[in-house]
Every structure is written in C-alpha cells, then in structure tokens.
C-alpha cells in the first residue's frame, strides 16, 4: 500500500470531492490539482441562504442546501461550498476553495485553493492556503498554514520511505499543508510550507510545525523545535 496516497489520509466517500484524487498517487499533488477541478465542477447555484450583507461572485460560487452565508462574508469564486455548510461573518474566500458538508468557515478566516472534507471546522482568526483540510479536523483559533518560502524557492515534500528521507517537488512555490483526518490543531499554531499532518493527530498549541507528522502521534512543545510522542 501506498503510505502517502489520498486513501491513507482521508475518508474519501462524498461526491463533492472524491473524483479530485482519480488518479493522484500522492496525496499532496491534489493540491495542485485542486483549481482545475474546481472550474471542470462549478455549477453555479445558490440553493443555500445568504444573508443581506454577503457578497458572492455572480456566476462562480456554488452554495447547496441547507448551507448558509452570514452577512459581512465575502466569497469570490470560483467556488464550491456543500450542503448544511456555515459560513460566518467576516469570512474572506478567495476562489478556488472546495468545502464539502457540514463544515463551519468563521470570522477572520481567509481561504484560497483549499479543500475542506465533511465537517471540517476552521471557525476562528484563520489563514488556510492552498492546503487540504481532512474530515472533522478541527482548526483551533489563529491557526495558520504558510505556503511560501522565504526564498521563494519551489515548495518540496520530505517524507520518510524505507528508513530514509525522500523528496518530492511540488512544483510550485505556493504549498501549504496536509492534514489528515480526525486530527485536531491547537490554537496559535503555525503549519510551514509542506507540511504533511497524518490521521488522528494531535497538535498542542504554539507550536511551529514542519515536515511529516505520522499517524495518531501528538506534537508536544520541546525547546527545539518539537517533540513527537505516540499517542496514548
């Protein structure tokens, strides 16, 4: 089986988001593949309510039923939001997002080339950038995803395979994160550019978080940088 492959991160059982990893060996080449899917997938309807006050691109925002957009929200597109779906006042989505069902987008919170799966949560003072966003994982409060280097070098992938460190170009100098299913993120983190989050994870706050963090481990603080302990 292959480690890194979308099916080892994700449940992958809903029709918004499943035929973006046809094809996909790795699970981060999805995030480069994510805006073409998004334009190839847009029908744009509003099914959902939208409050006096929001503003959604005419012709490029998808919103389905029973999915809500609060006033004060800006959503450019193009864009894909599921049904049952929050999206908050104050939210700034910047097209080329995908959030599935049951997902809350809060206040403060800027979005672009992301995806969200089924019940996600990133409700709080939030940065989320071309990045994948797991089932029910939870983005505590100024959380952040940085996807660009300080030399603007081309964003690579480190990885363990076979006992040692592997790497895999991006190809692209904008890359945020990955972050498995169930894992829950604690506030004022920082997630650096190629950060790749395995399922069940739980990451303590105030940390800042790089390379591959395995399945069901916990990211501790440490003096430096940090430390990865099982899960108990």
């Given at each position: 089986m292959?480690?890194?492959?979308?099916?080892?991160?994700?449940?992958?059982?809903?029709?918004?988001?499943?035929?973006?990893?046809?094809?996909?060996?790795?699970v981060?080449?999805?995030?480069?593949?994510?805006?073409?899917?998004?334009?190839?997938?847009?029908?744009?309807?509003?099914k959902?309510?939208?409050?006096?006050?929001?503003?959604?691109?005419?012709?490029?925002v998808?919103?389905?039923?029973?999915?809500?957009?609060?006033?004060?929200?800006?959503?450019?597109?193009p864009?894909?939001?599921?049904?049952?779906?929050?999206?908050r006042?104050?939210?700034?989505?910047?097209?080329?997002?995908?959030?599935c069902?049951?997902?809350v987008?809060?206040?403060?919170?800027?979005?672009r080339?992301?995806?969200?799966?089924?019940?996600?949560?990133?409700?709080?003072?939030n940065?989320?950038?071309t990045?994948?966003?797991?089932?029910?994982?939870?983005?505590?409060?100024?959380?952040?995803?940085?996807?660009?280097?300080?030399?603007?070098?081309?964003?690579?992938?480190?990885?363990?395979?076979?006992?040692?460190?592997?790497?895999?170009?991006?190809?692209?100098?904008?890359?945020?994160?990955?972050?498995?299913?169930?894992?829950?993120?604690?506030?004022?983190?920082?997630l650096?550019?190629?950060?790749?989050?395995?399922k069940?994870?739980?990451i303590?706050?105030h940390?800042?978080?790089?390379?591959?963090?395995p399945?069901?481990?916990?990211?501790?603080?440490?003096?430096t940088?940090?430390?990865?302990?099982?899960?108990?």
């Amino acid at each position: 089986m292959n480690t890194y492959s979308p099916q080892a991160f994700f449940n992958l059982d809903h029709a918004l988001a499943v035929a973006l990893f046809n094809g996909i060996k790795y699970v981060w080449d999805a995030v480069v593949a994510l805006p073409a899917f998004i334009e190839k997938n847009l029908k744009p309807e509003i099914k959902g309510e939208v409050e006096d006050g929001a503003w959604l691109e005419p012709g490029l925002v998808s919103l389905g039923e029973g999915s809500r957009v609060e006033r004060g929200s800006i959503i450019r597109g193009p864009t894909i939001i599921g049904k049952n779906t929050t999206i908050r006042s104050g939210a700034y989505i910047r097209g080329h997002v995908l959030i599935c069902d049951e997902c809350v987008v809060g206040w403060g919170t800027e979005m672009r080339q992301t995806l969200l799966l089924n019940k996600a949560r990133v409700p709080h003072s939030n940065a989320v950038m071309t990045s994948l966003i797991g089932n029910r994982v939870n983005v505590a409060g100024r959380v952040s995803t940085a996807n660009y280097r300080l030399d603007g070098h081309e964003v690579f992938i480190h990885v363990p395979i076979d006992g040692e460190t592997r790497s895999f170009p991006t190809g692209s100098t904008l890359f945020g994160a990955v972050v498995g299913d169930d894992t829950q993120l604690g506030g004022n983190c920082l997630l650096q550019p190629g950060t790749i989050i395995g399922k069940r994870c739980l990451i303590y706050p105030h940390i800042d978080v790089s390379g591959y963090i395995p399945h069901d481990s916990m990211v501790k603080r440490k003096e430096t940088p940090f430390e990865i302990v099982p899960k108990k």
